[in-house]
């Protein structure tokens, strides 16, 4: 009796369109790079002969994003931030099943992220003069997508704990500048193709919107239990 009211309602759900959208997004970005549409190898190459021009002319800089992107917003660190965060839900919130949902979408988004490289097989960027070097295949940006994931997670816990004001504004830039830096960076140092860059921010952006879907929807009959 109540069934098609609430399928409507999970429907039209704002988080479920934004995930569609993601979805056909991501789906159209890959389909592309599997083909190699000539136009999108066209833009990703001028793109990245462009940055790569500007990092042999400014080493400090490159020096600099380097720094940031080995250690800063590299993967590692993203996944130690998130294990840090677990440990705080469960130690200070006894929130196991909270704890459990963000090590299974961070676990999710990194099998996703390498099954997509084995897939598509793209080769990165081939410079005579690198300032950086990186391993495994392309597409999507390993970078780019773990700090979205990482960062999307932890901006939906700030807000589901009702963080003041301040502490949110300053939670949302930071997290900005990291998902933004984390990508840029690796396009300045030549070693991911734009598209790479994008396909990892967008399938980052619908890990986290499905992960936060399936939790108000399925998440919250456990805790209450």
């Known amino acids: 009796m109540h069934l098609v009211p609430r399928l ?3 429907v039209h759900h704002p988080g479920v369109r934004v995930a569609v959208a993601l979805a056909l997004a991501s789906a159209l970005l890959l389909t592309l790079v599997a083909a190699d549409w000539h136009p999108l190898i066209a833009l990703d190459g001028d793109i990245a002969r462009a940055t790569h021009r500007w990092a042999v002319d400014e080493p400090g800089l490159t020096h600099a994003f380097r720094i940031l992107t ?5 993967p590692l660190t993203m996944r130690l931030l998130c294990a840090a965060v677990v440990v705080w839900l469960v130690w200070r919130h006894s929130a196991w099943w909270l704890a ?4 299974v979408t961070c676990a999710l988004g990194t099998v996703l992220q390498q099954s997509l490289k084995a897939a598509v097989g793209r080769a990165r960027p081939v410079w005579p003069d690198p300032v950086d070097s ?3 295949a392309a597409f999507p940006s390993g970078h ?7 960062c999307g997670l932890l901006l939906w816990l700030l807000r589901r704990y009702g963080v003041g004001r301040a502490v949110w504004r300053t939670a949302v830039t930071v997290a900005v500048i990291s998902v933004a830096g984390a990508g ?4 300045w140092l030549g070693v991911h ?3 790479d860059v994008l396909g990892g921010w967008l399938l980052g952006a619908l890990v986290v919107t499905l992960a936060v879907v399936s939790y108000e929807r399925f998440g919250r009959v456990p805790e209450r239990r």
Request: charged residues 15%; without cysteine; glycine residues 0%.
């Open 144 to 150: 780019a997508m773990t700090a979205t994931v990482v």
């Open 193 to 195: 193709w734009p598209s």
């Open 134 to 136: 990186a391993h495994y």
């Open 184 to 187: 840029l960076t690796r396009i």
């Open 100 to 103: 459990l949902w963000l090590v």
């Open 8 to 10: 409507r309602r999970s």
């Open 70 to 74: 080995d250690w800063v917003w590299d």
